[in-house]
């Protein structure tokens, strides 16, 4: 083998030639080509790697609803379990009973007829069943009921009101609007009018009529009716105690009304002198002597 030295060349052995791979062109076309497959194998990946981070951040926001979700339903259940279980128990058991709005009635034996409801849990009253109780008394004309935590129940009524008393043999009743008695006595009873409409049936015409009349005038004016008198729906008249005026009143139709304009012609005339008024037709009101 020739010795090399510094500034030698080196010569190739003897019998060896050098290898010559011959020359390619590069073509444009396969070069953007393969850029392009590159450039979408890389695309493709980072899309991959995208969608399975998504997917663990889709995963992780659903486990974290869902544990949000199971964890307000428990506490729901609880709570709920814990107020039906607080309502029915006897710690809200209807214990004390209270009436109120009374005149005629005596609470304690309202109170009383509800002494079966005592003891039921407050949620659990029978509405129907304290309606069926309240309704033997004919003088309740309304009640409501209201239920005070923890044990009772406050029953406030409204009674009857009488508006004129129907002399029925030898006993007079108090009667209401309704024609409902509300109290009977031997002796005919102060400071309310003796009505006399047919035979005082709440279910005739006069005797609605004068019902009518009665509820509309002023209670300074209603107390001073004597007696009042119908046979129709439409020929209501009374007198006024003490003055001994005659008020012919005609029909129920604008009783309000005509209130006003009796009230009117009263304080007009000479009180010391009988009158009877005529409001029948109250834009035109008649005044004579009696």
Request: glycine residues 6%; positive net charge.
């Amino acid at each position: 083998m020739p010795a090399v030295g510094p500034g030698a060349v080196p010569v190739p052995r003897e019998g060896r030639r050098p290898r010559l791979l011959p020359a390619r062109a590069i073509d444009p076309a396969e070069q953007a080509r393969r850029r392009t497959d590159h450039l979408e194998r890389a695309a493709a990946r980072a899309a991959r790697r995208a969608e399975r981070a998504e997917a663990r951040r889709f995963t992780r926001r659903t486990r974290r609803r869902r544990m949000i979700t199971w964890g307000s339903v428990a506490t729901l259940t609880a709570l709920l379990a814990t107020v039906v279980a607080v309502t029915l128990s006897p710690l809200m058991a209807l214990t004390d009973i209270r009436v109120t709005g009374t005149v005629r009635l005596d609470p304690s034996a309202i109170s009383g007829a509800l002494d079966r409801h005592r003891d039921t849990p407050l949620a659990l009253l029978d509405e129907g069943g304290i309606r069926s109780d309240l309704e033997e008394f004919a003088l309740i004309r309304s009640y409501s009921l209201e239920v005070v935590p923890p044990h009772s129940l406050v029953v406030r009524v409204v009674e009857r009101a009488p508006i004129g008393a129907v002399e029925r043999g030898s006993l007079f009743d108090l009667v209401d609007a309704a024609g409902v008695v509300v109290e009977s006595t031997r002796e005919r009873p102060t400071g309310v009018p003796l009505i006399r409409a047919g035979e005082a049936d709440p279910d005739e015409a006069a005797f609605r009529s004068v019902a009518e009349v009665l509820d509309a005038l002023p209670d300074e004016l209603a107390t001073r009716v004597d007696v009042v008198t119908a046979s129709t729906r439409d020929d209501v008249a009374f007198t006024i105690r003490d003055l001994g005026h005659r008020v012919v009143w005609g029909s129920a139709e604008r009783s309000a009304f005509k209130a006003r304009v009796l009230e009117a012609a009263i304080a007009v005339n000479d009180p010391a002198v009988s009158w009877q008024f005529d409001v029948s037709a109250p834009d035109s009101v008649i005044v004579r002597r009696r």
